[in-house]
């Protein structure tokens, strides 16, 4: 785990030049290609056909993107959560138990309000969307999935337990607990005495968030596919939680606990009550990731029982797309997006090639290992920088203390 | 000379010359071709501000870098060192100002490191500590090679050093920095040891940015500005102003005109304060004093005699076991540092790399450390207005003189003195009623003290109630009303600072002879 640690440091201390130099980033994309094309031969697959068909299943079509941006969503939502966690020297690898803490809560709250809302007496028309469930589910989701990670929080701020231990442990208890409610009280009643796959009543049109298209073309663009509000929820919280770490004393405080605990508890911030907050925030993002698959995707909360069976391991992969964001709300946006599209391409190329499902998870860890290490050289070139903008600035007075 | 420890058959060193040295870093010219030579039985003093070119010079010497114009003469002969191995092949060793000892390893071990056994494979170190032994009596470096480093004080790890660089057959040291991590009387005892080495035949590099110590341990001093050599004078012939200006390069102040101090009401009231060190024992013991605005009290004693902890205490860092701290009339006991910051305590923090600035943030954001949410600075204390916290810290960067390409730059790559700059800016920007100043000017260049303790005077001339905490003694006597000497956790003596008798607060660091 020291490696997260690590990963932190050096996306934390890179922030402002990955924005002007983006070309590392890129070459090491190209090399972490390179690199699995080894694999991709190994297993004597053509890369190139490989890489095309990934390509092709992550953007190829219109059905295609809109999954990338499907798969994006879950990713985007932890990824701000594990932003600001980590911004806040927290280090969250709780993401999986947040999710299902906060799809519990949200379910439940969609369901029990669906059955309420619309009783005939209540509404004519059941099909209509219905802004009040929706939006306390996604309130009771983030708050599930706040509270959860705020126990991590609160149990690192006062008892000084490992962040990243008590998350662990933490996921393993929601997978349990979740096994065990869809297997019980939030069981389907239509599934009651059949076969008893773990899953709950689908929630009714009014409590689901609607489809996504965008008015271009005819049908409009995404129409006929399962892009869903979620996105756009994701992107503007992005925008807001930005504005929150680098323009508001909220998130300087963060920021500032994150970055140097002991000067911050000089300057007579309470660090206990950042940790708390940030772990908070994180969790109740997470949570969010959770309850927005449910309302927006699957419209009920299902599993096959096995740890990632409801969150796809969406709650780690968001750890890379906040690390792979540059630790910056903003960054994670395209970062999901890039991760979204390589889980999906993943699928086309397993089914074109035949290739094994661990060889994209290698994939994965290769792009993760050369653009963390492309890190360390834009880093050692920003501090060259530095020191000639100084010996610059140096010269300037020598010329005027000559002049 | 000890030359029967020379691990070689070469000759020792009699004269080593540097002449016309040149080092390039990228956009840096760190050596702007500096003559340099020590002969044996010589200290000579390698004196510069940070960043004037000391540490990249002698690094040339013991192989860390390379030059890239220029020559090395051991003995008029023409010498390549290519990496220290090479260095201590010919009999030079280097003292780093961090130590490079394995804490967990015992003295002979460590000594040990990386050298061949003459045993094969199995170790020798009976016969290793044996001559640790030896070299110890021979120059006065008490060390019993049986005991781990991580027992031993800061002073004796570096006797360990420097045992170690005679055992592989040093006949020329680089001493870089070595009284900044010791007490006053470890450096006397450092002192002793380099006179008697040099008495002995040895070549020392002596570097330093202290002026007392360059005059009192060297016998020729080089000083250094920008990567140039401004002279090389013998040490009788310099004096402190003469060898500060040739550092700064322009006249330094080293003595200040002070005003009477013009007394008001008392603003900062200890009683009877008591509270523990870090280690559990007693840290602070029933410490009572009082500051009037318009006045400097100098907490003057050896570290770590509990001068950490009385500022903690104050500041609402430490709890407090007993006793009370009142400020500007309100208890405070206890406080925390959030509630001390609004009635007004401003605290310059010993180590200010770590407990005053974060490095990771921009001068602007550090500027604003205990105000980031004050409405003059927010929309309804949540949206900071950055426009107005630059405006704030350009008028502070000018007022300050503190050298920052613009606000937006990490703190990280000011130099300390700047940063100690900044820290003094953002602290008096508050306007406080009782300052706390822990070593202000520790590691800071001669340039920016200069400016540090002409701010702190003019604090006191404006009615501000100032505690000084310094182990640097010219510094408080320089800027103290009143100097108060603490040892072992208790104020030993309290006296104005008209006529001092140094020997006599000398006496009272030490425990000896106490005053009411």
Known sequence: MNKVAGLTQLAISSRFSRLIDFSPVVIALLLALVVSSVLLLALSADPIAAYSAMLEGAIGTENATAETLVKATPLLFVGIGITIAFRGGMINIGGEGQMIAGALAGTTIALVLGDLRIAPEFAKEKGAFDLIIVTLSLIGGFLAGALYGGLAGFLKAYFDVNEILSTIMLNQIAVQMMNFLLNGILLDPAEAGFNNIPKTARLVTAAQLPRLSLPIGDPFLFARTRLHWGLIIAIALAVIIYIFLWRTSLGYRIRAVGENQRAASFAGINVKRQMMFSMFLAGGFAGLAGVVQVLGLQYRLQTDGSPAGFTGAAGFNGIVAALFGGLNPIGAIPAAAFFGGLLVGAQKMQRELGTPASLITAVNGLIVVFVVSSEIFIQQRSKRRVSVAEQAEDEEEKAKDDG | ?516
């Open chain 2, 1 to 516: 000379m000890s030359s029967n420890l020379l691990p070689t058959g070469h000759e020792p060193i009699h004269q080593l010359d540097m002449t016309g040295i040149v080092k390039r870093f990228p956009g840096v010219l760190a050596a702007d071709r500096i003559d340099f030579d020590v002969k044996s039985g010589e200290i000579h003093a390698l004196l510069g501000e940070n960043g004037a070119g000391k540490s990249t010079l002698m690094k040339m010497l013991y192989g860390l870098y390379h030059p890239d114009a220029g020559a090395i003469r051991i003995n008029g002969e023409e010498t390549t060192i290519r990496n220290p191995q090479d260095a201590i092949q010919h009999g030079i060793g280097m003292i780093h100002q961090h130590f490079m000892l394995v804490p967990s390893l015992t003295v002979a071990e460590n000594i040990a490191l990386g050298m061949k056994s003459s045993r094969g494979l199995r170790l020798d170190l009976d016969v290793v500590s044996k001559r640790v032994v030896e070299l110890s009596e021979i120059y006065n470096l008490k060390v019993d090679p049986d005991y781990p480093i991580w027992q031993l004080a800061v002073g004796e790890q570096q006797r360990v050093e420097i045992l170690r660089a005679l055992y592989k057959g040093a006949a020329l040291l680089i001493l870089d920095e070595p009284t900044a991590v010791l007490t006053p009387q470890e450096v006397d005892g450092l002192f002793n040891i380099l006179n008697q080495l040099a008495d002995d035949g040895h070549a020392l590099v002596f570097i330093s940015h202290k002026l007392h110590e360059v005059l009192e341990i060297s016998h020729r001093v080089t000083v250094l500005r920008d990567g140039r050599r401004v002279n090389s004078i013998p040490t009788s012939e310099a004096t402190r102003p003469k060898l500060a200006e040739m550092m700064v390069g322009r006249p330094v102040l080293l003595e200040y005109d002070k005003n009477p101090a013009e007394v008001k009401d008392e603003r900062l009231i200890l009683s009877g304060v008591s509270a523990f060190s870090n280690r559990g024992t007693v840290g602070l013991d029933n410490v009572s004093l009082r500051l009037r605005g318009g006045e400097i009290v100098g907490v003057a004693g050896v570290s770590g005699n509990g001068q950490q902890e009385l500022a903690q205490c104050i500041a609402g860092l430490r709890e407090t076991t007993a006793g009370q701290v009142i400020v500007d009339g309100s208890d405070v006991t206890n406080a925390q540092p959030s509630a001390l910051n609004a009635i007004g305590l401003s605290y310059i923090p010993e180590e200010r790399m770590i407990d005053g600035v974060i490095k990771e943030f921009t001068v602007a954001e550090n500027y604003v450390l205990q105000d980031h949410g004050h409405p003059k600075f927010t929309r309804g204390k949540i949206f900071m207005l950055f426009n107005k916290i630059r405006d704030a810290c350009r008028q502070a960067i000018e007022a300050f003189e503190i050298k920052t390409p613009s606000t937006e730059t990490l703190v990280k790559s000011l130099s300390g003195g700047n940063i100690q700059k900044l820290v003094l800016a953002r602290e008096l920007s508050r306007d406080p009623g009782v300052l706390i100043a822990a070593q202000p000017t520790r590691g800071v260049d001669i340039g920016a003290t200069e400016y540090i303790h002409q701010r702190l005077l003019y604090e006191r001339d404006k009615g501000t109630a100032i505690l000084l905490i310094s182990e640097d003694l010219d510094e408080i006597r320089a800027l103290s009303d009143r100097i108060a000497v603490m040892y072992e956790g208790q104020i030993v003596g309290e006296v104005e600072n008209v006529d001092v008798d140094v020997e006599q607060l000398g006496l009272l660091m030490t425990g000896g002879g106490r005053v009411a």
